[in-house]
Nanobody
Framework: QVQLVESGGGLVQTGGSLRVSCAAS????????MAWFRQAPGKEREFVAT????????LYADSVKGRFTISRDNAKNTVYLQMNNLKPEDTAVYYC???????????????WGQGTQVTVSS
């Protein structure tokens, strides 16, 4: 049974920083790409960032490029999302996901976490 557990969300002021984590279990972590998506109230879940299984390749949504950094520690079975210069429009539930290939499409990921709330106050 694959499980993804996010942590690290919270309330932060505009311009602040936050790091969310996702701990994975149930299959060989290093064999799979990992990704972060987010969903704001009333909006569809959208792609944020993804990282290949060996961490050699990353991809970001234009809205977060230059502010967010995705990384992974295969020894700890954990993926991270460092978020800097946060804006109110970054407020959302952040979900991690795992799949075969690092890509921006939700369809490419077969397991998802329950999400962690990130709120950016203005």
């Amino acid at each position: 049974q694959v499980q993804l557990v996010e942590s690290g969300g919270g309330l932060v002021q505009t311009g602040g920083s936050l790091r969310v984590s996702c701990a994975a279990s149930g299959r060989t972590f290093s064999n799979y790409a990992m990704a972060w998506f987010r969903q704001a109230p009333g909006k569809e879940r959208e792609f944020v960032a993804t990282i290949s299984r060996g961490a050699g390749s990353t991809l970001y949504a234009d809205s977060v490029k230059g502010r967010f950094t995705i990384s992974r520690d295969n020894a700890k079975n954990t993926v991270y999302l460092q978020m800097n210069n946060l804006k109110p429009e970054d407020t959302a539930v952040y979900y991690c996901a795992t799949g075969r290939v690092a890509q921006a499409s939700k369809a490419g990921y077969d397991y998802w976490g329950q999400g962690t709330q990130v709120t950016v106050s203005s």
